[in-house]
C-alpha cells in the first residue's frame, strides 16, 4: 500500500476505492473517529456507504469495517456523530454512552435524515428503526445533517438547495423546524451542501462560523467552502457581513466538504481533497480520494472583518532528522534551490511582504508554481505546467486569490497534494498535482527586488514505516 504511485504518505486515504466527504467526525474517549463517503466497489461515485477509521494522533489511522450499508429507504450520503452523554435518545442501554449518528438516506433523488446508534464506541452500527426521524417537506435537495449540542437541546443544520436550514431537538428523535438562512447571502454558483454550525469563543465573547460547502461556483471553479460569519440566538443565524460579501475558506481547487469534529472543546475540522470536476478521474489507483492534513480553526479581526484562520496540526511525530533552517537573501537572478522529499514541509519568514517571488516544485521537465504579485495583490497557483493533466478538461489551470502582503507562509507537500497556509493561516490554498520521479526540486526565486526570509525545509516520513 505504502509504494503505490501518489498514494498520500501523512494524509488519509482509503485502502482501495472511492471515497468523498469526511462524516461523522467526533472525537471520543481518546479515539478521533473519521467516517467518509465511500463506495467499496469501485473507484467511481456509486451507491455511497460510510466507511470508518479511527486515530488517537490524527495521523496514523485504523481502518476499520464499513459502518454504514444502504438499505431499503437509500443510499447512506453525508452526515454527523454526536455522543449522547445525557442518553437524550433513551438508547443507552448500560453505562456505556451511545454514539449516534444523523445521515441522509438519499433515494432516487429523494431525501430524508435517519440515525444509527453505536453502543460499542462506534464498532458497530444499528440503524433505528423508525426511520427516517426527518421526512422531507418537498425539496429536492435536503441533506448533510450536522448535529450539535447547544446547552439544553440539539441544533441540526441542513444544506437545502440554496439555503441552510436550521431544526432543533430534544432527543435525536423528533426534530422541528427553527429557521432558514442564506437565501440572498452568499455565493450561489451552485448547490449548498455539508452546512456546519460553529461556536467560537473570542476575546470579545461568542461568534458564531456558518459553513457551507457549494458546488460549483467556487472561487476558482468548481467545489469549494465558503463561510459566514455572525451570532447564533438559538433559533436563527444572524450574518455580521453584508449580502455581497463572500468569505472563502480555501481558495484551492481541492479541498470540499470540510466539517468539525463534535465533542471536542476547540474547532478542528478535516476536508475531502478533491473537486466534483474531476474527483472521478483522478490518476490513482487502486484507491480514489484522500483527505486534507486535519487544521484547527481560529478568528481573526482582519481589516475590520472577522476571517477564519487554519493552523495545520503538527506532525511532529513524523518530521525526519533533516531538517534546514536558515536565513537566506534571494537575488533576482540567483534561485534558492534544493531537492526535497515527495513528503515535505517548507515554511518562510518574510522580511518584507511586499517582495514578488515565484516558488516551483520542479519534476523532469514539468512543475506546479506558485506566484505572488504585491502589484497586482495577487497569489497563483498554476497547474498548467504539469504532464499529467489530461484526465480531465478541468485540471490544468490557474487559480488565484487576492493576497496583499506574504509575511509568512507554510507548504505541505505530500505525493500529490499542496496546501499553502499563507500568513498564519488566513489565506490558505488547497491544490492537487500529479507530477512523477522520485523526489522533487523546490526552487524559490524572488522577482525584482531582492528578498530576505528565514526558512525551515523538513522531511515527513511515512505513516505506513515501520
Ligand atoms: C458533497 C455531497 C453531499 C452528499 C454526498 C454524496 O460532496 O454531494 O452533499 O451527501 O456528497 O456522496
Same mark, same amino acid.
Given at each position: 500500500m505504502s509504494h503505490e504511485k501518489f498514494r498520500p504518505q501523512y494524509h488519509f486515504s482509503p485502502r482501495k476505492n472511492w471515497i468523498n466527504d469526511p462524516n461523522g467526525l467526533c472525537y471520543f474517549n481518546g479515539e478521533y473517529h473519521l467516517f467518509y463517503q465511500y +463506495?467499496?466497489?469501485?473507484?467511481?461515485?456509486?451507491?455511497m456507504h460510510w466507511g470508518h477509521a479511527v486515530s488517537t494522533d490524527l495521523i496514523q489511522w485504523e481502518h476499520l469495517p464499513v459502518a454504514l450499508y444502504p438499505d431499503e429507504l437509500g443510499q447512506i450520503f453525508s452526515g454527523s456523530v454526536v455522543v449522547d452523554h445525557l442518553n437524550t435518545s433513551g438508547?443507552?442501554?448500560?453505562q456505556r454512552k451511545v454514539m449516534v449518528a444523523i445521515f441522509t438516506h438519499h433515494k432516487e433523488g429523494h431525501e430524508t435524515q435517519s440515525i444509527a446508534y453505536s453502543r460499542d464506541e462506534g464498532r458497530t452500527w444499528e440503524k433505528y428503526h423508525l426511520n427516517p426521524v426527518l421526512d422531507n417537506p418537498g425539496l429536492k435537495d435536503f441533506r448533510d445533517p450536522k448535529v450539535f449540542w447547544n446547552e439544553t437541546h440539539w441544533v441540526m443544520s441542513l444544506a437545502c438547495g440554496d439555503h441552510i436550514r436550521f431544526y432543533r431537538s430534544e432527543d435525536l428523535l423528533n426534530w422541528t423546524y427553527l429557521s432558514s438562512f442564506g437565501?440572498?447571502?452568499?455565493? +450561489?454558483g451552485g448547490v449548498w451542501e455539508c452546512p456546519d454550525l460553529i461556536r467560537f469563543q473570542t476575546d470579545a465573547g461568542e461568534k458564531w462560523v456558518l459553513i457551507v460547502s457549494i458546488n460549483p461556483g467556487g472561487p476558482n471553479g468548481g467545489s469549494a467552502i465558503q463561510y459566514f460569519t455572525g451570532s447564533f440566538d438559538g433559533k436563527m443565524f444572524k450574518p455580521d457581513q453584508s449580502k455581497e460579501v463572500v468569505k472563502w475558506a480555501d481558495y484551492g481547487r481541492d479541498f470540499y466538504a470540510a466539517v468539525t469534529w463534535s465533542n471536542l472543546a476547540e474547532p478542528l475540522w478535516i476536508g475531502w481533497?478533491?473537486?466534483?470536476?474531476y474527483a472521478n478521474e483522478?490518476?490513482?489507483?487502486p484507491f480514489r480520494g484522500s483527505m486534507s492534513i486535519p487544521r484547527k480553526l481560529y478568528l481573526k479581526e482582519v481589516e475590520g472583518k472577522t476571517m477564519l484562520v487554519q493552523k495545520p496540526i503538527e506532525v511532529t511525530p513524523l518530521l525526519k532528522e533533516r531538517t534546514e533552517s536558515e536565513c537566506i537573501c534571494l537575488k533576482p537572478e540567483h534561485a534558492f534551490s534544493r531537492v526535497i522529499q515527495r513528503q515535505s514541509s517548507f515554511q518562510a519568514t518574510i522580511k518584507s511582504g511586499f517582495v514578488a517571488f515565484d516558488l516551483s516544485i520542479k519534476g523532469e521537465g514539468e512543475q506546479l508554481t506558485i506566484n505572488f504579485n504585491p502589484f497586482k495583490q495577487c497569489l497563483k497557483v498554476d497547474r498548467?505546467?504539469?504532464?499529467?493533466?489530461?484526465?480531465?478538461?478541468?485540471?490544468?489551470s490557474v487559480d488565484s486569490m487576492s493576497v496583499k502582503y506574504v509575511n509568512d507562509f507554510h507548504l505541505f507537500i505530500d505525493e500529490c497534494s499542496i496546501e499553502i497556509f499563507i500568513n498564519q493561516g488566513t489565506k490558505v490554498m488547497t491544490e492537487l498535482f500529479y507530477m512523477n520521479g522520485d523526489s522533487f526540486t523546490l526552487e524559490w526565486k524572488a522577482n525584482k527586488t531582492e528578498l530576505q526570509a528565514k526558512y525551515r525545509l523538513e522531511e515527513i516520513s511515512s505513516i505506513y514505516e515501520p
Open positions: +463506495h467499496p466497489h469501485s473507484k467511481v461515485w456509486g451507491p438508547l443507552q442501554v448500560d437565501h440572498e447571502y452568499g455565493a +450561489h481533497m478533491n473537486n466534483w470536476q483522478g490518476p490513482t489507483h498548467t505546467g504539469l504532464k499529467l493533466v489530461q484526465f480531465s478538461k478541468e485540471f490544468a
